[in-house]
Structures are given as structure tokens and as C-alpha cells.
């Protein structure tokens, strides 16, 4: 549920984006690297996150972790999305909209995740 609520608040303020959800693994919880990725393109700005999605009191599995950071040194930009997911949407829009002290705090979020 979480998921689908945040990928439609990108989908408002971004309307091309590409967004993917990795499969779930068949029950075994904390098996997939991390719930999936999205890549946005406006104007000259392009960026490619990679998201874990928590509800509750549900925390990163070590494994999800790793590769998050993984992602990380490759280039993406990494996201834990809760219940509240305004949080990272507004650090999002603060990167592709923001001015430049916006756009570091943002990338700074983006870096201290997970």
C-alpha cells in the first residue's frame, strides 16, 4: 500500500517517470535487494532512485541494506519510504525544483539513507 500511494504522488508532480517494482520472492521477506527503483528525467536533470518501502516499525534488513548501498556507489540515489512518504517526495521535487541550497540538502538526505 505504501508503495502504490507514493508512486502516485511522484506520478502527479512527475508524469513521465519510469517506475518499477521489484517482484516479491515468493514469501521470503527481506530476500530482494531492495522493493524497486524509478528514474526521473525533467528538463536537464535526470536521476535514478532506488526505494525500500517500510510500514510499522519494519526496519532494513541487512541485506536490503547492502545493496542499497550498492545502489548508492553506482550512481542512484537511495530512499527508506514509510508510512509518511511526503518526506522523501518533497526532497525529490527540492532536486529537481529547488534552488541550489535545496538541491544539497536533498542530495545530503539522499546520501545519509538508509
Do not use: W
Request: aromatic share 16%; hydrophobic share 40%; glycine share 6%.
Amino acid at each position: 500500500m505504501v508503495i502504490e500511494k507514493f508512486k502516485q504522488s511522484l506520478k502527479t508532480i512527475f508524469p513521465n517517470i519510469f517506475f518499477y517494482k521489484i517482484p516479491d520472492c515468493a514469501g521470503l521477506g527481506g530476500m530482494r535487494p531492495f522493493d524497486g527503483f524509478f528514474l526521473i528525467k525533467h528538463r536537464n536533470k535526470k536521476a535514478t532512485f532506488c526505494f525500500e518501502a517500510k510500514s510499522g516499525k519494519n526496519k532494513v534488513t541487512l541485506y536490503q541494506k547492502e545493496s542499497l548501498k550498492r545502489a548508492r556507489n553506482a550512481g542512484a540515489f537511495i530512499l527508506v519510504v514509510k508510512e509518511d512518504y511526503s518526506i522523501p517526495v518533497s526532497y525529490i521535487t527540492s532536486y529537481f525544483f529547488g534552488s541550489i541550497k535545496e538541491r544539497k540538502e536533498a542530495i545530503k538526505y539522499f546520501q545519509q539513507n538508509p
